[in-house]
């Protein structure tokens, strides 16, 4: 499959029908949450190091604000386009909405390569995204929050701009910011928990111990991370993890059949969660091109990275072996890939449940920044465990109760909830 062809939007739009279709939804509402309530579409100029000026382009749809204030990160990404925005942020609704936060969704981006950029060019890209949004955004409109390859010190700047501008303290404005500075302890790690917290749940179902059972990653970033973490202190096993080399323009697998060594591996990894191949080589991982990751005989897949990685062209090498695939990304999944995932009996725990732990504890950095009183981080993973076993439950016993598949059973509750707030609110 061409990956630059693939538009993400039309797999948003697709999921969406099916649960449109299995809610027999009227025209009306399909109308008003097929597509984007408001659009920010514009150009940020940077003045780069050597002198010269850039124009960059960038995004920020709200997809649903019913719920609440609309919610969702921002991506710097070569390949960002209005479409991958509108996708991410109709994922979001449904995300803050299966995990009944009092949000909305939303989500924005810049067309870039941090990579090739300095730092005071990011902080330009940051201060300028603001700068282009900042009527349409704020702690009661529209909260952003990081995403791929965006950072606490991204949202620090993008804060700064953000209370200059408006001339107050308003550390509520954004979310995953340094602790500190208005962030929450937990944060960095809560997307990687909710996951594997996910997990257990699906495992506690399915009667097997974690600590019988292997899992393979895709992605080293952020959530891969703290997935592991977690995973390897519930006893599990993982073998094996992926990541994207930057030089060689392909991913690579790295793997280790009695367990990979989260810290020796975090020491040869680059702040974009690259893995040096030949570093990794000389500790005695197992090098692997590609897709490698997804073919591994291993009981827990976690695809971990960007959108479009499960397709209906490596679906079928998942090793029968598999019993529990949580997309720790945000639509990794094709619909065509679903089918054959359906087919082959693997529990799936959609993104919009396995990766909302991210989403849910920067409601909670929110609400500790609006009242500018923090928590312990106890009290923070405590109530994430609280709210996320909460949502598996709720989606799981939907499912159970009507034989569905768990992406359907989510997405079902996900867009009931946004509907009936659109109708309570005389929208339709
Ligand atoms: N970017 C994360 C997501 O896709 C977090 C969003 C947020 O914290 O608002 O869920």
Same mark, same amino acid.
């Given at each position: 499959m061409n990956k630059q062809a693939y538009n993400p939007f039309e797999t948003a739009q697709k999921q969406f029908d099916q649960a449109a279709d299995l809610l027999d939804l009227n025209t009306v509402t399909r109308d008003l949450l097929r597509s984007p309530i408001r659009e920010f579409n514009f150009i940020i100029p940077v003045r780069m190091d050597d002198g010269s000026k850039k124009i960059f382009r960038g995004f920020r749809v709200q997809h649903n604000d019913a719920r609440g204030p609309a919610k969702g990160g921002i991506r710097f990404h070569p390949l960002e386009t209005i479409d991958t925005v509108r996708a991410l942020a109709m994922w979001m609704t449904w995300k803050t909405a299966v995990a009944d936060l009092p949000l909305g969704g939303g989500k924005g981006g810049v067309i870039c390569d941090p990579h090739n950029l300095s730092s005071s060019e990011q902080e330009q890209l940051c201060r300028g995204w603001v700068q282009q949004v900042v009527k349409n955004? !704020?702690?009661?409109?529209d909260v952003p929050a990081p995403d791929v390859m965006t950072s606490a010190q991204h949202m620090l700047w993008m804060l700064d701009e953000y209370e200059k501008i408006t001339g107050e303290r308003k550390p !509520?404005?954004?979310? !995953?910011?340094p602790v500190g500075m208005g962030g929450s302890l937990g944060r960095k790690e809560a997307t990687g928990y909710g996951v594997m917290i996910t997990v257990r749940e699906a495992l506690k179902e399915l009667n097997?111990?974690?600590?019988n059972t292997r899992a393979s990653f895709q992605g080293f970033g952020n959530v891969s991370r703290y997935a592991i973490e977690l995973f390897q202190q519930m006893g599990g096993t993982a073998t094996c993890v992926s990541c994207w080399d930057q030089e060689s323009n392909q991913s690579n697998s790295f793997r280790k059949n009695e367990g990979i060594d989260l810290d020796e591996l975090l020491t040869i990894t680059d702040s974009f969660g690259g893995i040096n191949k030949l570093k990794a080589g000389e500790l005695g991982y197992e090098v692997l091109p590609g897709d490698a990751w997804i073919e591994q005989e291993v009981d827990i897949l976690v695809p971990?990275?960007?959108?479009?990685?499960?397709?209906s062209e490596n679906a *079928?090498?998942?090793? *029968?072996?598999?019993k529990i695939i949580a997309e720790g990304a945000n639509g990794p999944t094709t619909t065509e890939a679903d089918t054959i995932i359906k087919s082959k009996n693997i529990f799936m725990i959609p993104d919009l449940l396995a990766n909302a732990g991210g989403v849910t504890c920067s409601y909670f950095e929110q609400v500790q920044s609006n009242m500018n009183y923090y928590w312990e981080k106890d009290e923070v993973l405590g109530k994430l465990d609280l709210k996320m076993t909460s949502a598996f439950i709720a989606v799981s016993d939907f499912a159970k109760t009507n034989k569905l598949y768990m992406r359907d059973a989510a997405y079902i509750i996900a867009v009931d909830r946004v509907a009936q707030a659109c109708k309570d609110r005389g929208w339709i």
């Open positions: 955004v !704020g702690p009661h409109t !509520g404005f954004i979310t !995953g910011k097997i111990k974690p600590e971990a990275a960007m959108e479009n990685q499960i397709t *079928d090498k998942i090793s *029968d072996k598999v």
